[in-house]
Each structure stands twice: as structure tokens, then as C-alpha cells.
């Protein structure tokens, strides 16, 4: 499935939908570990959230507060859905961003969710612990702070002021520095002493330092408790995943080679630290030397690596019982236009030719070029677009029409005459703008290369009519004339304004528009979409389809 739509229109709140229901949860933005108490809330009314997921085998998952239901199995707090503990089902955008922001001796630590039992796992302790025991150091160090500026205000020693607990500070507080702000003003000055407005302050400041450490102990012996952990801090990564890394290692290779084409790099390598927490990832250039790929790479290519880094586990986790989905949520947008038709090649080939695959683009040039590469690698694609998001209501989907012959069966059934005719004007002028590629037509050059349909038509009817019956049959060549009898409409009354064209039947916008139909489906693979192209066989010119498909 293709979901397309503007940024902000809801297509990541889908996302999230999948992995919330599938997988419990949907914090792992930016891989920082945190589990929240209540992963989905509703903040706008007074019903409580939840989602559906229907499986192919009729099976309905539930997570919240839906209905109970016969058919309906719902997925309690700790549980997966079957098939779904390995690893994430959404891969997004800030997952690519921030694996190279990672340090290399802790880049395990971006895995920290795969390989799971339940959705609370040690993982999500671990980090919950660790990061306890960094606030932890701030507090610490806070309080001695406040413990120096006290026994530097009061003129005592620093060893003198108890912190271990507030009680203790507490029972020293009060013989120490005791209050009298209760007793009559006579009683408060023949009992008075050393505790000035900044000694309060500090006392204060202390006690409240005290009680900011306790808390913090008492959170992560509660965290130690709760995983059933002793002495060590639990395992952040799982250890199935560095052998998983080692099995991948050379593919992952051998895809970045094909699809970056870099010359200057021979191979990529990678390796996992003993601790099992590092995960170096190194560059081998042409000339032997070892880099870190993000002294080396490009923005785009470290994208590129990162996403088959990615793609690469969730495909060995799919042969040892993942089940075969995967969400793509806009990470496509900084890979470089020459990677495009390369990177779409992988996805849609063997690999994942049986995969369930959800994309998410905004880009419709983006949508095109992945509705073009899905149909010619015959994998079925239904695409919808999120045309606008509510507070009250979320994302609004519908079908989506991509493709220009598509959209334009589309509006010869609904749209009326100047839109119809404005579109069909636009079409021809790419239909012309493909077919002069494929069938090689020469065209007289313009400065820029800035062509219009008054520069891409003539010579390309004119080549068309050019070819023998046995290169172009009749079909294609009648087609081509009735376009050419009527594509004056373009400028007539499709482009531009002009008085006397307004009165122009609908009859003649349909004829122009069905004409122009007809020639993209002859000369465009009813299986794949390939146009019609010239080509060498034997050192023989052809003129054919080049996907081989039957005609």
C-alpha cells in the first residue's frame, strides 16, 4: 500500500497505528528507550482510544478500549501480536537519522527492541535504569554542591552536614539551625541564631537536593525490582543480535555497492564489540584504507546504508518467524535522484516480493516513480491518500489516482469540459515527452532543453507514421492521427484563454480526451506500464515493449 500525503496530514499518526496495535507501543522516536505509562490517549474527547488490526486469515487484534467481541482477540498490555516480537514493524525517518548519531561503542543500543518476549522487555528497563542513574549523577552532584555552599555560609564543616536520607538532615536541621519564626517576636531574639536569610536558602536548597537522591534511588530499585534484576545492570540489547549483524554483513555489502556506485568505496564491513553494546560499521575504500562512513559519505549514501542496515534484519527476522509487514514511513526524502530506480528495484525485488509493505510518501513524483517500479516488478499496489487531518476525526483517507492515464480515465467520467481538456493537454505533452525518449525521435534543441508540445508532437507523430506496419502496428498509428487531428484543443481552449473557444461542445473535449487515452494505453505495456521503446537486437533496430510481457 501506498499512503499518499501533504507533511501534517496524518500519514505517521497511521503508522504509529500499526505499531501501536501490533506491537504496544509507539515511543521509540529517536530510539531514546522510553516506554510511556499510556502509549495512546485521547486528548480531544471524552472516549478512550483504540485500533483494529484484521489479519488475512479473518483474525481481529485489538489494543484499548474496543468492544468486546467473539471474533476479536484483545492484546493485553505486555502481549505482541503473533508473529510481530522480532523487530519494529515502522521503520521512519528520525530511525535513520539518528543511527549515525549514535556512537559506534554503543550503536547496539539502536536495537534495543528487537528480539522480544513481551512489549515491557528488559530492553526497555535497562534504559529506563540507566537513564535513572544519570539523573541520578546530576542530583548527587547538586547536592554536594548545596552541602559546600551551606558549610561555607554557616562556617562549619562540610563532613559535619548529614545527606544520606531526609530524616537524618532533617533531625540535624532542627537542632542545629532551629526554627523560632513561630515563637513570640521577645522569645524568637533571646533564642536567636546564626540563621540568616541566604543560611535558610541554603538549607533549603540542600533538603530539597536530599530529596531529589532519595526519590531517584527509590525509582530505580523499584525499575531493579520490577525486571527482577540483581547487581548488574540488565542487558540492553538482546544477544541474538550480533549474529544476526554478522549474517547480513556481506549482503548489506554488496547491495550499497550496486545501488551507491561508488568507486572510491570497495566494501562496506561490520563487526559487534565483546560487550556485545558496540557496533562498528567501516568504509573500505579502493585503496585499502579503513574510514568511518560518516567521514566518507554523503548525506544520502549514509541514508542509503543505514536503510539496508535496517532492511537487511527485518529480513532475517522474517526467516526466523516475523511476519512478513513492514512500514516505510517517509524515509525515502534524502535519497539522491541517480539511487532512486535503484533503490525501488530492491525493495520491490525478490527480497520482498512476498512482503506486505506500507510506504508513506509526500512527494508525488516520489508516488509516480514507486507506482511505475511496483507494476513493472508485478507487485500489486493500492494506494490512498490522507487528503486532510482533524482534531476530532484524525486522517481522512480516500483512493488516490496517481498515474496520469489513470487520472485521466477518471476525469473523462466526472470532470467537466475546461479542466478535462486542461489535463488532457497536459498529458499528451508527457505522453510526447516519454515516447520521444524511448523511441529515440530526434527533436530540435532549445536553450535549457525547455520543450513544449509544439517541440515534442510534430516529430513524433511524424516518426510514428515513419515506421512500418510490422515495427508500429495500425492500431497505434490510427491512434496517433486522431490525437494529431484534434491536440489543437491544448492551446485553444485547454492552456490558454480565448473568447471564441468558449463555446466548445463537451463533445469535442471528450473526443480530444478519449483520443489521447486510446494512444497512451497502445503505446504503454498493459502489465507494467513500459512505454514503447526502440531498441537493438542482434544489431537489428525493434521497436517493442521492452518487459516482454504478452500483448
Known amino acids: 500500500m501506498l499512503i499518499l500525503g501533504d507533511n501534517g496530514a496524518g500519514k505517521s499518526s497511521i503508522c504509529d497505528a500499526f505499531e501501536f496495535c501490533l506491537r504496544g507501543k509507539i515511543s521509540r522516536r529517536g530510539n531514546a528507550g522510553s516506554k510511556t505509562r499510556r502509549e495512546a490517549?485521547?486528548?480531544?474527547?471524552?472516549?478512550?482510544?483504540s485500533v483494529e488490526v484484521e489479519m488475512e486469515d479473518g483474525k481481529?487484534?485489538?489494543?484499548?478500549?474496543?468492544?468486546?467481541?467473539?471474533?476479536?482477540?484483545?492484546?493485553?498490555?505486555?502481549?505482541f501480536a503473533p508473529g510481530f516480537s522480532m523487530c519494529p514493524t515502522v521503520l521512519s525517518r528520525p530511525d535513520i537519522e539518528v543511527f549515525w548519531k549514535i556512537d559506534p561503542s554503543e550503536r547496539m543500543r539502536f536495537f534495543f527492541d528487537y528480539f522480544r518476549d513481551t512489549v515491557r522487555h528488559t530492553g526497555y528497563v535497562a534504559l529506563e535504569i540507566e537513564r535513572a542513574q544519570l539523573e541520578m549523577q546530576k542530583s548527587l552532584t547538586s547536592m554536594l554542591q548545596n552541602q559546600l555552599y551551606l558549610a561555607q555560609l554557616a562556617n562549619i564543616p562540610a563532613s559535619s552536614i548529614p545527606t544520606k536520607g531526609k530524616e537524618d538532615f532533617a533531625r540535624w536541621r532542627e537542632k542545629r539551625f532551629p526554627d523560632r519564626s513561630a515563637l513570640p517576636r521577645a522569645r524568637r531574639k533571646a533564642t536567636s541564631t546564626s540563621l540568616t536569610r541566604g543560611v535558610r536558602r541554603a538549607l533549603n536548597a540542600l533538603e530539597k537536593s536530599i530529596d531529589e537522591v532519595s526519590r531517584g534511588s527509590r525509582h530505580i530499585e523499584s525499575q531493579r525490582r520490577l525486571a527482577g534484576a540483581q547487581g548488574d545492570l540488565l542487558p540492553i540489547v538482546s544477544t541474538e543480535l550480533s549474529g544476526v549483524l554478522t549474517e547480513i554483513a556481506e549482503r548489506v555489502s554488496k547491495d550499497f555497492s550496486e545501488i551507491a556506485k561508488l568507486s572510491h568505496v570497495d566494501s562496506i564491513e561490520m563487526s559487534s564489540s565483546p560487550d556485545a553494546m558496540g557496533l562498528e560499521i567501516d568504509c573500505v575504500l579502493a585503496t585499502g584504507d579503513r574510514v568511518d562512513p560518516v567521514q566518507i559519505l554523503s548525506e544520502s549514501s549514509l541514508d542509503l546504508l543505514a536503510l539496508l542496515v535496517m532492511l537487511g534484519v527485518a529480513d532475517v527476522c522474517s526467516r526466523r518467524g516475523q511476519n512478513k509487514f513492514l512500514v516505510l514511513d517517509d524515509v525515502w526524502q534524502s535519497v539522491d535522484s541517480v539511487h532512486r530506480n535503484s533503490i525501488l528495484d530492491y525493495l520491490f525485488g525478490e527480497r520482498f516480493k512476498k512482503w506486505q509493505?506500507?510506504?508513506?510518501?509526500?512527494?508525488?513524483?516520489?508516488?509516480?516513480?514507486?507506482?511505475?517500479?511496483?507494476?513493472?516488478?508485478?507487485?500489486?499496489?493500492?494506494?490512498?491518500?490522507?487528503t486532510q487531518w482533524s482534531a476530532s476525526l484524525g486522517p481522512m483517507v480516500s483512493d488516490a489516482v496517481i498515474s496520469p492515464l489513470d487520472q485521466l480515465a477518471t476525469l473523462i467520467q466526472t470532470a467537466q469540459p475546461e479542466p478535462l481538456c486542461a489535463y488532457t493537454g497536459r498529458s499528451i505533452e508527457e505522453l510526447s515527452d516519454r515516447l520521444t525518449i524511448a523511441l529515440g525521435v530526434a527533436v530540435s534543441r532549445i536553450p535549457g532543453d525547455r520543450y513544449t508540445l509544439e517541440n515534442l508532437w510534430p516529430p513524433l507523430y511524424s516518426k510514428i507514421n515513419k515506421y512500418r506496419v510490422d515495427q508500429v502496428n495500425?492500431?497505434?498509428?490510427?491512434?496517433?492521427?486522431?490525437?494529431?487531428?484534434?491536440?489543437?484543443?491544448?492551446?485553444?481552449?485547454?492552456?490558454?484563454?480565448?473568447?471564441?473557444?468558449?463555446?466548445?461542445?463537451?463533445?469535442e473535449v471528450l473526443h480530444f480526451a478519449n483520443a489521447v487515452k486510446e494512444l497512451w494505453e497502445r503505446t504503454h505495456c498493459e502489465t507494467c506500464g513500459a512505454p514503447l521503446s526502440r531498441f537493438k537486437v542482434k544489431g537489428q533496430d525493434v521497436v517493442d515493449w521492452p518487459c516482454n510481457h504478452e500483448k
Not at 41 to 49: C, E, F, M, V, Y
Not at 67 to 75: Q, T, Y
Not at 362 to 382: C, T, Y
Open 474 to 507: 495500425q492500431e497505434i498509428k490510427d491512434a496517433a492521427k486522431a490525437v494529431d487531428d484534434i491536440y489543437i484543443l491544448r492551446n485553444t481552449y485547454g492552456a490558454h484563454y480565448s473568447q471564441w473557444a468558449q463555446s466548445m461542445s463537451r463533445a
Open 41 to 49: 490517549q485521547n486528548l480531544i474527547s471524552r472516549g478512550a482510544p
Open 60 to 79: 481481529i487484534y485489538g489494543r484499548g478500549s474496543g468492544k468486546e467481541e467473539p471474533k476479536k482477540i484483545k492484546l493485553k498490555r505486555e502481549d
Open 357 to 386: 509493505l506500507v510506504i508513506t510518501v509526500h512527494d508525488r513524483l516520489w508516488a509516480r516513480l514507486i507506482q511505475e517500479k511496483a507494476r513493472r516488478n508485478g507487485f500489486p499496489l493500492k494506494i490512498v491518500e490522507v
